[in-house]
């Protein structure tokens, strides 16, 4: 009797824990599903495109500063970018897809990134209303209900300053912006703090060039110069460039320092400078998408977002001691000493080998001559690794580069063409091709000879190239003809950058010693994918067909195609 007692009490200890867990596990279910309620939701707009490195180092120093919250506290990210400057999209579709893509999502911020994406905003106060806002990194602004504005102007004064007190002897500063509103706004404030500079110091302001002009002008500064570089992104001609890539190739041509005012150009070939970081902005968007407000007084947006930043290779570059440099600052490229990285496992060493000498001595030296024939054996596979590595990618780009335009050669482009099309067939998606032909281009060849017709062919191909986004193919198909794939472009997108690249090509001029300018002009085919049944050479077939019906209708136009019906350009 007492045994079945005990054992009826057993089981209903037993029951009653289970029922305790149970509740325990629904308590916690509910806790996690209040948390993922409680998620704060917030969409970012940035100005440009994920490729540039200033954007990339926003979202590193942004991911940094989330990662070290809890999951639970973490706020949820939407990203959208305008990838201004290279795509050009209207308010209105912009506007409508922001709207459709998010209309079932309710959210709580929205932050615009850099000028573009904060005049977007102002242009649409009645998108995401239920949201508060907030602009990052602009100059100007409108103000509105329920906005928030961190302005981030340039110390100009600052940022001149510098480069005359890390070098003593420099007799001439030239500053490079551009012709935008920002360049000249910049440009006026370089004039105004030219008298602050020391005694026999000149200041130069070049805001008006081509590409090619300014690589050629900063090439030829004399010894005693320096060049201080703002984020260039046109030139007079309306050619694009990433300024990343500008400032890389001022530093490989000039022979002189170059400074600059961003963090991200940092490891590109400046020495540094009075710096935006990059990584800073990052940090600050992401408190904010916490639902914290920041200082937004210049001081305070200054001291969070800015600071003295250097490339300690280009420091001993240009033999600029550290003593010059203002403090506080942060230096990178700069390898630490053995002692600072190994100091403790120094002591360490040092008071093993007061007790045991003779032992740790000798363990020592077999320890160093087996890591030296280690570290040589790394150091000749890693050599060989890259050869061959380098070795392939020019075997690979040979097969695939058409030699003089160095764009894709006809099977490349046919290869992007074919799977470009598989993906637009299998999801659904638009995409659109040009076909391209320089006007009267056996005219060329024959008045000012086949050099002159290369160089043609050349510029052709870069201007395609510069007007295009990553994504998109050109490649060259014959002699003076080009084909250029569009994904995610549906036909009147696709008119529009053929009607961008006909424009740039007309407005080129190749200088030539004996005929003194040629200018030249192209006429385009635009097709669409119309169906399920259509392979790339009807694509082509049908661009081909409006390019010839755009050079029996007179040349330099562009021609497109709707379903087999025809409309000029």
Request: net charge negative.
């Amino acid at each position: 009797m007492d045994g079945l007692l005990t054992t009826h009490l057993v089981r209903a200890m037993m029951l009653s824990l289970r029922l305790l867990a149970s509740v325990g596990v629904c308590m916690i279910m509910a806790g996690q599903l209040a948390h993922a309620a409680d998620h704060h939701r917030v969409l970012i707009i940035y100005s440009w495109h994920d490729q540039m490195p200033w954007q990339a180092g926003i979202r590193a120093g942004m991911q940094e500063t989330l990662d070290q919250l809890p999951e639970s506290e973490r706020p949820e990210i939407y990203e959208e970018r305008m990838d201004d400057g290279r795509i050009s999209v209207s308010d209105e579709v912009l506007s409508l897809y922001l709207q459709k893509k998010y209309a079932n999502v309710n959210l709580d911020l929205v932050i615009a990134e850099a000028q573009s994406a904060a005049s977007f905003l102002l242009r649409h106060p009645d998108l995401f209303p239920q949201a508060n806002r907030y602009s990052i990194n602009v100059a100007k602004h409108g103000l509105m209900e329920q906005s928030h504005i961190v302005t981030i102007s340039e110390d100009v004064t600052r940022e001149l300053l510098t480069v005359t007190q890390l070098l003593p002897e420099c007799e001439r500063v030239v500053a490079v912006v551009d012709y935008s509103e920002n360049g000249q706004r910049i440009k006026n404030g370089l004039l105004a703090a030219a008298p602050l500079l020391p005694r026999g110091v000149t200041l130069e302001v070049w805001d008006n060039f081509s590409f090619d002009e300014l690589y050629m002008r900063a090439s030829q500064l004399s010894r005693g110069s320096a060049i201080l570089y703002f984020p260039t992104q046109h030139d007079r001609n309306g050619a694009r460039k990433i300024p990343r890539d500008v400032v890389r190739q001022l530093s490989q041509t000039a022979p002189v320092p170059v400074f600059g005012n961003r963090d991200a150009f940092l490891g590109y070939g400046i020495v540094g400078g009075y710096s935006l970081s990059s990584r800073n902005e990052g940090g600050l968007i992401a408190q904010i998408a916490q639902g914290i407000t920041p200082a937004t007084d210049a001081a305070s947006v200054d001291a969070r977002l800015k600071g003295y930043m250097f490339d300690d290779q280009q420091l001993a570059r240009w033999n600029i001691p550290n003593r010059l440099l203002p403090t506080p600052n942060t230096v990178i490229n700069r390898e630490d000493s053995i002692w600072t990285r190994y100091g403790w496992q120094i002591g360490l060493s040092l008071a093993a080998i007061l007790l045991e000498a003779l032992l740790i001595a000798a363990l020592i030296r077999s320890l160093q001559q087996r890591k030296t024939a280690l570290g040589q054996l790394a150091q000749e596979r890693d050599i060989l690794e890259q050869r061959v590595q380098e070795r392939t990618h020019e075997l690979e780009k040979l097969a695939t580069t058409d030699e003089l335009t160095k764009v894709a050669n006809r099977r490349k482009f046919l290869d992007v063409a074919l799977a470009e099309l598989d993906r637009a067939k299998r999801y659904g998606r638009p995409l659109s091709l040009l076909m391209l032909d320089i006007d009267r281009f056996k005219a060329i060849n024959d008045t000012h000879g086949h050099a002159c017709g290369d160089q043609v062919i050349h510029m052709m191909a870069q201007t395609c190239v510069a007007e295009l986004r990553e994504i998109d193919c050109v490649g060259r198909i014959g002699g003076e003809e080009f084909a250029i794939v569009l994904p995610e472009v549906d036909l009147d997108a696709a008119r529009l950058v053929a009607e961008r690249i006909r424009g740039t090509v007309e407005s080129l001029n190749l200088a030539n010693a004996k005929a003194g300018s040629i200018r030249f002009t192209v006429s385009v085919g635009v097709s669409t994918l119309a169906g399920g049944a259509d392979s790339i050479a009807t694509v082509m077939e049908r661009a081909d067909a409006c390019l010839y019906r755009a050079k029996e209708r007179g040349r330099w136009r562009a021609t497109i195609t709707v379903a087999g019906q025809r409309q000029l350009g």
